[in-house]
């Protein structure tokens, strides 16, 4: 099992940036396929990114393609987003997702951060 906590939520001004981190517990973090999902207010949580437990594969929403990248540490057990050209669409609150083995886009991540919350401001 694992336990993800996210910070580096906050409020920020349209095309300004912030990085979420993502700290799991445990000793096999690096098995883990890990993603990004976020849910704006009346809206169903959605798919924003993935990476593989390697990090040589890693997936992307239409919506943030070019202005987000996911990346992770191993070493550190952290998945980080790093968010630019942020929009006021980007506003929600954005959760860590794992799971084991295989990467994909769909809602089958098991373990769950408790999620931070970006807002941003036009």
């Known amino acids: 099992q694992v336990q993800l906590v996210e910070s580096g939520g906050g409020l920020v001004q349209a095309g300004g940036s912030l990085r979420l981190s993502c700290a799991a517990s445990g000793r096999t973090f690096s098995s883990y396929a890990l993603a990004w999902f976020r849910q704006a207010p009346g809206k169903e949580r959605e798919f924003v990114a993935a990476?593989?437990?390697?990090?040589?594969?890693?997936y992307y929403a239409d919506s943030v393609k070019g202005r987000f990248t996911i990346s992770r540490d191993n070493a550190k057990n952290t998945v980080y987003l790093q968010m630019n050209s942020l929009k006021p669409e980007d506003t929600a609150v954005y959760f860590c997702?794992?799971?084991?083995?295989?990467?994909?886009?769909?809602?089958?991540?098991?373990?769950w951060g408790q999620g931070t919350q970006v807002t941003v401001s036009s």
């Open positions: 997702a794992a799971r084991w083995g295989v990467i994909t886009t769909e809602y089958k991540y098991p373990y």
């Open positions: 990476i593989a437990s390697s990090g040589g594969s890693t």
